[in-house]
């Protein structure tokens, strides 16, 4: 069975840094893409990046001028770890940040609350 586990969210003020990491199991881990996807109060979810099976990365959201050199995907396939390292934080990242595999499998979510 599938497992998405994101974790490392929370509240921070703007400037701040996070790392969320997202623990998966159940599949073979190296051979999928992963995913972050972002969810505000009353948007719709949106993929904020993706890494390939051999690192490639892309970063994606309508606020990707704003992202730009802020965010890192990254993976570590020895620990089926997928992480994204979000720097100076702006309160328009709050949102539920989301994990995915890209085949239908999702983790629950963490929040994160960018706010003084």
């Known amino acids: 069975q599938v497992h998405l586990v994101e974790s490392g969210g929370g509240l921070v003020q703007p400037g701040g840094s996070l790392r969320l990491s997202c623990a998966a199991s159940?599949?073979?881990?190296?051979?999928?893409?992963m995913g972050w996807y972002r969810q505000a109060p009353g948007q719709e979810r949106e993929l904020v990046a993706t890494i390939l099976r051999d690192g490639r990365t892309t970063y994606h959201t309508t606020a990707l001028d704003s992202m730009k050199g802020r965010f890192n995907i990254s993976r570590d396939n020895a620990k089926n770890t997928v992480y994204l390292q979000m720097d100076s934080l702006k309160p328009e990242d709050t949102a539920i940040y989301y994990c995915t595999n890209f085949a239908g499998s999702w983790g629950q979510g963490t929040q994160v609350t960018v706010s003084s």
């Open positions: 159940g599949f073979k881990f190296s051979l999928y893409p």
